[in-house]
């Protein structure tokens, strides 16, 4: 069995700064990459930023050059540092893992069970 367990929400002002962390825990042969999705009131889970185990990321347009995504793969761990927040990140942010957890199995995604991140003055 495996577990995402996220923390790091939270209210902050605009143009405030927030840290989220995700560490995955359990039966896992092998991580083959960590991201962050968010999903606001009335709208549709989102992309925010992905990282493979080599370390390539990738991010959403509208986060870029504010957000960083960074990876620990010794503690299967993922962290998003969020810069420069305005009141249009304000939403749930969930934590994905692609997780093989044995050498016979296929990657599946595995989800945190989401950090609530209000930015509002």
């Known amino acids: 069995q495996v577990q995402l367990v996220e923390s790091g929400g939270g209210l902050v002002q605009p143009g405030g700064s927030l840290r989220l962390s995700c560490a995955a825990s359990g039966s896992i042969y092998r991580l083959n990459g960590m991201g962050w999705y968010r999903q606001a009131p009335g709208k549709q889970r989102e992309l925010v930023a992905t990282?493979?185990?080599?370390?390539?990321?990738n991010y959403a347009d509208s986060v870029k050059g504010r957000f960083t995504i960074s990876g620990d793969n010794v503690k299967n761990t993922v962290y998003l540092q969020m810069n420069s927040l305005s009141p249009e990140d304000t939403a749930v942010y969930y934590c994905n893992a692609k997780i093989r957890v044995r050498i016979s199995s296929l990657p599946s995604d595995y989800w945190g069970q989401g950090t609530q991140v209000t930015v509002s003055s």
């Open positions: 990282i493979t185990t080599g370390g390539s990321t």
